[in-house]
C-alpha cells in the first residue's frame, strides 16, 4: 500500500522558515516524481515543487522561486521542502503526491497518490 506522511507545519511569522517533510512507503521510491502541492482556504490546490525520479529534475511555481527548495533522500524515502522568507500569502495545507510522471508545475490531477496534508500558517 502507498503511503506518503506529509510533516513540518506549523506556525511562523513573516520572514520565517519552515522545513516540511514527506516520508513515503509502499513502493519504489527512486522510481517516482514526488510533488508538493498546496491549497489555501477558498482557493483552488497548486503545484508547489516537484522533483523527479533518478535525475533529481525541480521545477518551482513562479510564487516561490528563490525562496523554496526541494530535495530528495532516497536512503530515507523522503523529501524535503525547505520554505524561506515565508510570506503571508504561502498560508495553506501542503500536500505531497506520488506517481511515475514527469516533474512539471501542474493541478495534480496526474498524481495518484496523495498524503494527508500538513497545515503552513504565516502570520504578518
Known amino acids: 500500500e502507498v503511503q506518503l506522511q506529509a510533516s513540518g507545519g506549523g506556525l511562523v511569522q513573516a520572514g520565517g522558515s519552515l522545513r516540511l517533510s514527506c516520508t513515503a512507503s509502499g513502493f519504489t521510491f527512486d522510481d517516482n516524481t514526488i510533488g508538493w502541492f498546496r491549497q489555501a482556504p477558498g482557493r483552488q490546490r497548486e503545484g508547489v515543487s516537484c522533483?523527479?525520479?533518478?535525475?533529481?529534475?525541480?521545477h518551482y511555481a513562479d510564487s516561490v522561486k528563490g525562496r523554496f527548495t526541494i530535495s530528495r533522500d532516497d536512503a530515507k524515502n523522503t523529501v524535503y521542502l525547505q520554505m524561506n522568507s515565508l510570506k503571508p500569502e504561502d498560508t495553506a495545507v501542503y500536500y505531497c503526491?506520488?506517481?511515475?510522471?514527469?516533474?512539471?508545475?501542474?493541478?495534480?490531477?496526474?498524481?495518484?497518490?496523495w498524503g494527508q496534508g500538513t497545515l503552513v500558517t504565516v502570520s504578518s
Open positions: 522533483i523527479s525520479s533518478s535525475n533529481g529534475v525541480t
Open positions: 503526491a506520488t506517481d511515475i510522471v514527469p516533474c512539471g508545475i501542474t493541478w495534480g490531477h496526474e498524481y495518484l497518490y
